[in-house]
Nanobody, 112 residues
Framework: QVQLVESGGGLVQPGASLRLSCAAS????????MRWYRQVPGKERELVAS???????TYAASAKGRFTISRDNAKNTVFLQMTSLKPDDTAVYYC??????WGQGTQVTVSS
């Protein structure tokens, strides 16, 4: 059974940083494309960042230059390092394995 568990969300002030983690069990992350999405109530889920099994990364325009997706194969974990956070980054963040398996989400709130 594949399970993804996100962690690392919280309430931070604008300009702060957070690192989200997505730990997997039941599968090997390095063999899959991993993605981070975010969703605000009433809006569609938005793709934030993606890392392929070959390690290539892509980012949404809103995330480029501020967010970094990475993977620790030994820990079977994917990370999303977020810097210079803005109130518009407030959302529930989800990790996904190839858009097939999903975690439960972790709330990120950016507010002064």
């Amino acid at each position: 059974q594949v399970q993804l568990v996100e962690s690392g969300g919280g309430l931070v002030q604008p300009g702060a940083s957070l690192r989200l983690s997505c730990a997997a069990s039941g599968t090997i992350l390095s063999a899959n494309t991993m993605r981070w999405y975010r969703q605000v109530p009433g809006k569609e889920r938005e793709l934030v960042a993606s890392i392929s099994r070959f390690g290539s990364t892509t980012y949404a325009a809103s995330a480029k230059g501020r967010f970094t997706i990475s993977r620790d194969n030994a820990k079977n974990t994917v990370f999303l390092q977020m810097t210079s956070l803005k109130p518009d980054d407030t959302a529930v963040y989800y990790c996904s394995i190839a858009d097939v398996y999903w975690g439960q989400g972790t709330q990120v709130t950016v507010s002064s």
